[in-house]
């Protein structure tokens, strides 16, 4: 397990940072998805949250599109086929995401990217109504890059069946060949936060305007969270990868 800072024992420290657990890409890791994050946005961003990036559950049944870039292992969270249409072991997915969340929370929020953001985005619809994420506390917050809907009808009707009234932002890339599902994405959600960048599809770098709305929806949680919460919690180390 890997981490970017320590937090100190045994001293006030300032109000707590908002706890996201973050679901990494098809075929990645959670390691590599820490690295995409990290490496690519600004200390002044990071340290305004506690990161964990755990790995998917299922080890990846093919060849991965980061291979040559980053080093394996590689994961996946769930299978599909051709057209998105049909999905395996996704209940399986959720159970082992909610049982992450037991055992590594309580979390504030998701961050996910690609399949993760597909992830992450229903899985709140699917909480509101019930269908997941029953054992654990309300998501409140969500970071989606690269996101879309589930193409099933019978999932769709359970997750964005109504307008998800969750704080989130979402990151439309120019060149990314989910931008089209993307925006249709955005319409699911009540008063979204939006960074569009000229990319593809990757976790994108922040200029001076992304990065005014990354605090714009970073400074709206922070005034969310209780004032008498600290960050000398249970957890101890931020931004931490399980791998």
């Known amino acids: 397990m890997g981490?970017?800072?320590?937090a100190d024992e045994g001293i006030n420290h300032p109000r707590r940072r908002p706890r996201f657990l973050c679901l990494h890409g098809f075929r990645t890791s959670g390691a590599i998805m820490?690295?995409?994050?990290?490496?690519?946005?600004p200390e002044e961003v990071t340290a305004r949250l506690d990161l964990v990036f755990p790995d998917a559950p299922f080890p990846a049944e093919g060849k991965s599109d980061v291979e040559g870039i980053f080093s394996p292992p590689y994961y996946e969270w769930f299978q599909f086929d051709k057209d998105f249409?049909?999905?395996t072991n996704l209940d399986e997915c959720f159970a082992y995401i909610e049982d992450l969340m037991i055992q590594h929370g309580p979390f504030d929020g998701l961050m996910g990217f690609s399949q993760g953001a597909i992830l992450s985005a229903?899985?709140?619809?699917?909480?509101a109504r019930g269908f997941a994420l029953t054992r654990v506390p309300k998501v409140k917050y969500l970071i989606i890059i690269g996101g879309a809907k589930f193409q099933s009808q019978a999932v769709a009707e359970?997750?964005?069946?109504?307008?998800?009234?969750?704080?989130?932002?979402?990151?439309?890339?120019?060149?990314?060949?989910l931008r089209k599902?993307?925006?249709?994405?955005?319409?699911?959600?009540?008063?979204?936060?939006?960074?569009?960048?000229p990319k593809g599809h990757t976790v994108p770098r922040?200029?001076?305007k992304s990065l005014e709305?990354?605090?714009?929806?970073?400074?709206?949680?922070?005034?969310?969270?209780?004032?008498?919460?600290?960050?000398?919690?249970?957890?101890g180390i931020l931004n931490q990868a399980y791998v």
């Not at 820490?34 to 946005?41: E, M, N, S």
């Not at 229903?122 to 909480?127: E, R, Y």
């Not at 008063?191 to 960048?197: D, G, S």
């Not at 990354?214 to 600290?230: A, G, R, V, Y």
């Open 206 to 208: 922040l200029d001076d």
């Open 122 to 127: 229903a899985l709140v619809g699917l909480q």
């Open 85 to 87: 249409l049909e999905y």
């Open 181 to 197: 599902p993307g925006e249709a994405l955005l319409e699911s959600f009540v008063k979204p936060y939006v960074i569009r960048h």
């Open 34 to 41: 820490r690295t995409q994050v990290v490496g690519k946005w």
């Open 158 to 177: 359970r997750a964005y069946a109504a307008a998800i009234d969750c704080t989130s932002l979402h990151f439309l890339g120019d060149m990314d060949f």
């Open 213 to 235: 709305t990354m605090h714009d929806f970073l400074q709206k949680i922070e005034n969310d969270l209780p004032s008498d919460e600290t960050s000398n919690d249970k957890h």
């Open 3 to 6: 981490s970017l800072a320590e």
